[in-house]
Each structure stands twice: as structure tokens, then as C-alpha cells.
């Protein structure tokens, strides 16, 4: 069965930065598309970022671009959101999920209904 669990939430002061980590069990983890959402009270919970297979590169969601990296340790089976430069818009639960790579897609958007395995969500909190 096929299950995440993220960690490294926190409270961080505005401009800080914080590393969520994210293991998967349960199935191959090379084949295994990672992403992150966030989701505040009220609000869809909306993409942040993924990591395709095989090297294929990420995808970022255009609110964190060049503030997030995305990277993942196949032999660790574990994929690391570095976020630097926070502000209190990413004030947010973030929850890792977990998708079995479908041959030919191409990973080009956020969506939740791709993914197959849910975490149970980490808070991130940023003070001004």
C-alpha cells in the first residue's frame, strides 16, 4: 500500500527559510511522481510543487518560483522542498503526495485528482 508521510514544518520569521521532507512506502519509488500542495483555511488546496521520474525535471507553482527547490533521493526514497525567502503567504498546511508515473504523461500541471497517496500534512507558519 502505497502511503507518504511528510515532515519539517515549523514556525520560520518572514524571509527564513525551511526543508519539508517527504517518504513514500509501498511501491517502487523511481516511478513515483512526487508533489507538494498547500491548502489554508477556506481555500482550495493548491499546487506548490512537483518531481517527475526518470530525471525529468519539476514543476513549479509561479508564487514560488526561484524561492523553492524541489530534489529527490531515489535510494532514500525521499523528495526535500527546500523553501527560502518565506513570506506569510506561504503561511499553509502542506501535504505530500504520492502519484504512480502513467507512460506518456507529461506532468505539466497541479492537479489533485492525479495523485494516489496523500500525507496527513505539515504546518508551516510565517511571522512578520
Known amino acids: 500500500q502505497l502511503q507518504v508521510v511528510e515532515s519539517g514544518g515549523g514556525l520560520v520569521q518572514f524571509g527564513g527559510s525551511l526543508r519539508l521532507s517527504c517518504k513514500a512506502s509501498?511501491?517502487?519509488?523511481?516511478?513515483?511522481?512526487i508533489g507538494w500542495f498547500r491548502q489554508v483555511p477556506g481555500k482550495e488546496r493548491e499546487g506548490v510543487s512537483l518531481?517527475?521520474?526518470?530525471?525529468?525535471?519539476?514543476l513549479y507553482a509561479d508564487a514560488v518560483k526561484g524561492r523553492f527547490t524541489i530534489s529527490r533521493n531515489d535510494a532514500e526514497n525521499i523528495v526535500d522542498l527546500q523553501m527560502n525567502s518565506l513570506n506569510v503567504d506561504d503561511t499553509a498546511v502542506y501535504y505530500c503526495?504520492?502519484?504512480?508515473?502513467?507512460?506518456?504523461?507529461?506532468?505539466?500541471?497541479?492537479?489533485?485528482?492525479?495523485?494516489?497517496?496523500w500525507g496527513q500534512g505539515t504546518q508551516v507558519t510565517v511571522s512578520s
Open positions: 503526495a504520492a502519484a504512480v508515473h502513467q507512460m506518456g504523461k507529461q506532468w505539466r500541471r497541479f492537479s489533485k485528482y492525479d495523485f494516489d497517496s
Open positions: 518531481i517527475r521520474t526518470n530525471g525529468n525535471g519539476a
Open positions: 509501498g511501491y517502487p519509488f523511481q516511478h513515483l511522481v
